[in-house]
T-cell receptor, first 114, second 115 residues
Framework: AQKITQTQPGMFVQEKEAVTLDCTYD???????LFWYKQPSSGEMIFLIY??????QNATEGRYSLNFQKARKSANLVISASQLGDSAMYFC???????????FGSGTKLNVKP | EAGVTQFPSHSVIEKGQTVTLRCDPI?????LYWYRRVMGKEIKFLLH????????ESGMPNNRFLAERTGGTYSTLKVQPAELEDSGVYFC?????????????FGSGTQLSVL
């Protein structure tokens, strides 16, 4: 079974608007971490934000926030006030406590329109 | 501090040839991972080194793939002989530990094209 599911292969958003990238996950491990990475056209993978399974508050990092809904097993990334430089591939990922392996989704390609 | 570096950034080879990819992790990171992304698919785990030992190689597709990590420093991933389906982007990543909150630091990947 797929551990991480990203159902949006591609998305468009108008500059300065907010956008939500969907991510659902599957685990029976009570302890896990959820991550989002950005991959611009240059190829490097840039860490954006982290949410622990026991964290009570949704994680935020500048314009990025993670909408964590534990019962639904979803970890959507919200980007506020989109900028042209946000155009990239975005990967959702999960790390389980045992055995510590990282799982990735298939990614969402975000295009920000001027 | 230097990040994770990978060589080469691109490689184009013919079916049946051999290719060796190299990864230099962040200094002091005991954990080194190899991942592969085939176009449009998820990033798939290949294997995990802890220092020089293979902790988990469950993602290695077949015995045409051989990974080593000399002295627990840099790692190489050799594909011999290469097949068309081996094309994709090969990522190397490293981390200091393996706790749930430990993020992976990635290299820029090697784009492998097998013709």
């Amino acid at each position: 079974a797929q551990k991480i599911t990203q159902t949006q292969p591609g998305m468009f958003v108008q500059e300065k608007e907010a956008v939500t990238l969907d991510c659902t996950y599957d685990t029976s491990d009570p302890s896990y971490g959820l991550f989002w990475y950005k991959q611009p056209s240059s190829g490097e993978m840039i860490f954006l934000i982290y949410q622990g399974s026991y964290d009570q508050q949704n994680a935020t990092e500048g314009r990025y926030s993670l909408n964590f809904q534990k019962a639904r097993k979803s970890a959507n990334l919200v980007i506020s006030a989109s900028q042209l430089g946000d155009s990239a591939m975005y990967f959702c990922a999960m790390r389980e406590a045992d055995p510590g392996k990282f799982y990735f989704g298939s990614g969402t390609k975000l295009n920000v329109k001027p | 501090e230097a990040g994770v570096t990978q060589f080469p950034s691109h490689s184009v080879i013919e079916k049946g040839q051999t290719v060796t990819l190299r990864c230099d992790p962040i200094s002091g990171h005991d954990n080194l991972y190899w991942y592969r992304r085939v176009m449009g698919k998820e990033i798939k785990f290949l294997l995990h080194f802890v220092k020089e030992s293979k902790q988990d190689e469950s993602g290695m597709p077949n015995n045409r793939f051989l990974a080593e990590r000399t002295g627990g420093t840099y790692s190489t991933l050799k594909v011999q002989p290469a097949e068309l389906e081996d094309s994709g982007v090969y990522f190397c990543a490293s981390s200091q530990a393996t706790g749930v909150g430990e993020k992976l630091f990635f290299g820029s990947g090697t784009q492998l094209s097998v013709l």
